[in-house]
Structure formats: C-alpha cells, structure tokens
C-alpha cells in the first residue's frame, strides 16, 4: 500500500509561480514512476506530467511545456511540481499519481494504482 498526500496549493495570480508537493508513504521502497494530474469542475481528469523513478524521463502536457517543472527526490520519498508562468487555465485540482508498472510513462489515469487526495491550485486573472 502507498499513500500520497499533495500539498503547495493555493491562490495565485496570472504569471505567478507555485511548487506543489507529494509525499509517499508506505511501499515507497519500491519503483515508482510519478504522474501529476488535474481535474477542474465540470471536467476530466487531464495528464499534466510524468518522471521515471531515476528521474532521468520525463513528459509534459504540452500546454504547460516550458512553464512545468516535474522532479523527484527519491530519498526523501517526494515528488514536485514547479509550475510557473501560471495562467487561469490551469485552475484545478492537482493530484500525484503512482505508477507501480513497467518503464513505460503512462499519460492515462487508470494506468496508475495510487493516488493523493488532491490540492487546489487557483490562478486569477
């Protein structure tokens, strides 16, 4: 079993920054690729970013490319989020995801086993 708690979330405006955080807990000993999603209301849970467990991989969204920064920090068992250049459509709940497969960067939500309980992350105009 493996929790995931996110954090970092809040209010920001347009061209401001945030740097969300996921701390695991429990299997943690094991190989991880991480993902972030984000789901605003009314909508489906969307990819933003995924890393390798080496961190050596990762993938963007392309809409957040250049602005997003995914990283991991396997020794203190947490993953990151730097998200600049905020824009209001980025408004959303944004969760961490673990992956407990293959090598393979999973873009979809059901390729994934574990999941955090979400951050808001607000963007104003």
């Known amino acids: 079993q493996v929790q995931l708690v996110e954090s970092g979330g809040g209010l920001v405006q347009a061209g401001g920054s945030l740097k969300l955080s996921c701390a695991a807990s429990?299997?943690?000993?094991?190989?991880?690729?991480m993902g972030w999603f984000r789901q605003a209301p009314g909508k489906e849970r969307e990819f933003v970013a995924v890393?390798?467990?080496?961190?050596?991989?990762?993938y963007y969204l392309d809409s957040v490319k250049g602005r997003f920064t995914i990283s991991r920090d396997n020794a203190k068992n947490t993953v990151y989020l730097q998200m600049n250049s905020l824009k209001p459509e980025d408004t959303a709940v944004y969760y961490c995801?673990?992956?407990?497969?293959?090598?393979?960067?999973?873009?979809?939500?059901?390729?994934?086993?574990?999941w955090g309980q979400g951050t808001q992350v607000t963007v104003s105009s």
């Open positions: 995801a673990a992956d407990l497969g293959g090598v393979r960067l999973h873009v979809k939500w059901y390729e994934y086993d574990y």
């Open positions: 429990g299997r943690t000993f094991s190989s991880y690729t």
């Open positions: 890393i390798s467990w080496s961190g050596d991989r990762t």
